[in-house]
């Protein structure tokens, strides 16, 4: 069945920092892939999608490219700020599933100043 | 635009007792809810799918019997645990979609269950 699994957090980096959280999936299909943002009380929030193989997704300085050879969809910031602390959520949906989510287990993002 | 809230965000009950979880959508109207359970350091499952006026589809293992959905109307969808149990302690999700299926889903803050 389809899977998604992501590297177990917490990440935790200094201001200014690089970040890169990993991403891999299974799937039989050719699925969308997703990132999703869980800031502290909140629900989760769409961070950046893409829709096919070489697809790069981007929004607020993050960026994920869909990589069908590695099936990997790693997420990306130059410069990381406190306020980018929350719960960062893989996942995919694939039309052969039903058009369903399938979620990694979320990795934990911690920012100092 | 498109917010979701649960309430309650937080609810202890006693073991036996049923529990009920609301999932509203604000300011859109949604044709379609989903109940997600997520375990401690692990990915969100999805337990169920519910359009508005029908029957909910459950996942297989998810007991239909014991977690009850209703969505009665196009802003409100509710979760009742039945007879809970310690084992039913988790974080509760829901999402809503303004279109059939799941093409783009907006969710609610999550609400802590404690089963003692």
């Known amino acids: 069945g389809n899977s998604v699994t992501q590297m177990e957090g917490p990440v935790t980096l200094s201001e200014e920092a690089f970040l890169t959280i990993n991403c891999t999936y299974t799937?039989?299909?050719?699925?969308?892939l997703f990132w999703y943002v869980q800031y502290p009380g909140e629900g989760l929030q769409l961070l950046l999608k893409?829709?096919?193989?070489?697809d790069k997704g981007s929004n607020k300085g993050f960026e994920a490219t869909y990589r069908k050879e590695t099936t990997s969809f790693h997420l990306e910031k130059g410069s990381v700020q406190v306020s980018d602390s929350a719960v960062y959520f893989c996942a995919l949906r694939d039309l052969e599933y039903g058009n369903k989510l399938v979620f990694g287990a979320g990795t934990i993002l911690r920012v100092k100043s | 635009g498109a917010v979701v809230s649960q309430h309650p965000s937080r609810v202890i009950c006693k073991s036996g007792t049923s529990v009920k979880i609301e999932c509203r959508s604000l300011d859109f109207q949604a044709t379609t809810m989903f109940w997600y359970r997520q375990f401690p350091k692990k990915s969100l499952m999805l337990m169920a799918t519910?359009?508005?006026?029908?029957?909910?589809?459950?996942e297989q293992g998810v007991e239909k019997d014991k977690f009850l959905i209703n969505h009665a109307s196009l802003t409100l969808s509710t979760l009742t645990v039945t007879s809970a149990h310690p084992e039913d302690s988790s974080f509760y999700i829901c999402?809503?979609?303004?279109?059939?299926?799941?093409?783009?889903?907006?969710f609610g803050p999550g609400t802590r269950l404690t089963v003692t």
């Open positions: 999402s809503a979609s303004p279109l059939p299926g799941a093409y783009e889903q907006y």
């Open positions: 799937a039989t299909g050719y699925p969308s």
């Open positions: 519910s359009n508005e006026g029908s029957k909910a589809t459950y």
């Open positions: 893409a829709t096919k193989a070489d």
